[in-house]
């Protein structure tokens, strides 16, 4: 997956982006990441990217046309591989590719970030993100250029940056290999529309703390059992809210009854 990200500093971005997974997931080529300066693209001598807003209040407001100019170089360079790419047998795929690029706004007023839109994310070979910064953007970048908009949670960052930072995260580590084991991320925290039980490691006693018995049975139909049920009894006591979508068969009701029954 290609990633191009739009922001006012990139220098924010390389500490985060070249360590641990995702540096791997670079290394073992899912992963390519492109930083762009919107000032770079702003005109004048004084490269101005921000105005007050039309209609006065406070803040600064990002000016459309480096956004603009600087998405459009990045839709023309794919056009552009579009035409030379056309002249080889895999016509059908890169036309695919070249619709295949959202252009996303990270601002608080987006479409809720979570696993799902993660999944949905990774499914792609491409992807822009564009950074707000201030009070926001011009409209028209809304209205005229992004073709969607997410937020990462109920509260307000100074940018977009972290918000690209935590959706290249949560992307990679879906991509095929970067987690190593097949099917890692199959298991994780939301990932089953459940929440994870407890997991323990060595040693099996610490203090006065011992590991559960059925982990250490090596019965394998126990273990996958307690974990479904420790699963199911987290997200019943932290987030019961996921209960109401989860995929959940006869055991489960019937664990969650009992929990229910112990609890009223
Ligand atoms: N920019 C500022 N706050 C944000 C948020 N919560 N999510 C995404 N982008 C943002």
New binding site residues.
């Given amino acids: 997956m290609r990633i191009d990200i739009l922001t006012l500093f990139p220098g924010m971005f390389p500490g985060y982006l070249n360590e641990s997974i995702l540096q791997k997931a670079q290394d073992l080529g899912q992963l390519e990441v492109h930083l762009h300066n919107i000032r770079d693209f702003a005109a004048g001598k004084h490269h101005v990217t921000d105005e007050p807003p039309f209609g006065g209040g406070g803040g600064m407001l990002l000016k459309p046309e480096p956004i603009f100019d600087a998405v459009e170089s990045l839709i023309l360079r794919q056009a552009q591989d579009k035409v030379f790419n056309l002249q080889s047998s895999e016509e059908k795929d890169q036309r695919l590719k070249i619709e295949d690029m959202p252009i996303i706004l990270?601002?608080?007023q987006?479409r809720p970030f979570s696993q799902t839109i993660a999944q949905e994310l990774s499914q792609h070979e491409r992807l822009v993100l564009l950074c707000?910064r201030y009070e926001g953007v011009d409209e028209r970048v809304r209205q005229h250029l992004v073709t969607d908009e997410?937020?990462?949670?109920?509260?307000?960052?100074?940018?977009?940056e972290l918000?690209a930072m935590v959706i290249v995260d949560a992307v990679t580590r879906l991509l095929p290999g970067v987690l190593g084991a097949e099917g890692a991320a199959e298991t994780d925290s939301h990932a089953t529309g459940l929440l994870e039980g407890p997991h323990y490691t060595k040693p099996a006693q610490f203090r006065e703390w011992t590991v559960p018995e059925v982990l250490r049975s090596g019965h394998a139909a126990n273990i996958a059992r307690w974990r479904r049920e420790e699963s199911l009894r987290r997200t019943w006591q932290r987030r019961p809210d996921l209960l109401l979508t989860a995929e959940l068969d006869e055991a489960d009701r019937w664990f969650l009854g009992k929990l229910a029954g112990e609890n009223s």
Avoid: E, K
Avoid at 150 to 160: E, F, K, N, P
């Fill in positions: 990270l601002t608080p987006g707000g997410i937020s990462i949670g109920d509260y307000v960052l100074t940018g977009g918000a």
